[in-house]
Nanobody, 123 residues
Framework: QVQLVESGGGSVQAGESLRLSCAAS???????MGWFRQSPLGNERQGVA????????TYRDSVKGRFTISRDNAKKTLYLQMNSLKPEDTAMYYC?????????????????WGQGTQVTVFS
């Protein structure tokens, strides 16, 4: 069983940066890890960025060049560096882990989820 706890959310002005962290209770070095978000008006959870156990990464088009996902297996922590934030990035951000190990975009491959951390970007 893996438990995930996100932190680092907050309210910022457009153009500013935030760094999200996700601390895992168990070893997730061989897991697929990802960040997802759900906006207040959104019906589905969107994939933001994912990272495989080999370090391969993938991003949704709207965050490419602005967000960076990384993982520190020794610290059992996943990160999401978010730069040049935009109002449309406003959402609840969730960390997730899946046992496959590959770099996977879809939330259906992820078994474990955190409770989320809110990111609000003002224009």
């Amino acid at each position: 069983q893996v438990q995930l706890v996100e932190s680092g959310g907050g309210s910022v002005q457009a153009g500013e940066s935030l760094r999200l962290s996700c601390a895992a209770s168990g070893y997730t070095g061989r897991y697929s890890m990802g960040w997802f978000r759900q906006s207040p008006l959104g019906n589905e959870r969107q994939g933001v960025a994912s990272i495989g156990s080999d370090g391969t990464t993938t991003y949704r088009d709207s965050v490419k060049g602005r967000f960076t996902i990384s993982r520190d297996n020794a610290k059992k922590t996943l990160y999401l560096q978010m730069n040049s934030l935009k109002p449309e990035d406003t959402a609840m951000y969730y960390c997730a882990a899946g046992p496959g190990g590959a770099c996977l975009r879809s939330p259906v491959y992820y078994n474990y989820w955190g409770q989320g951390t809110q990111v609000t970007v003002f224009s």
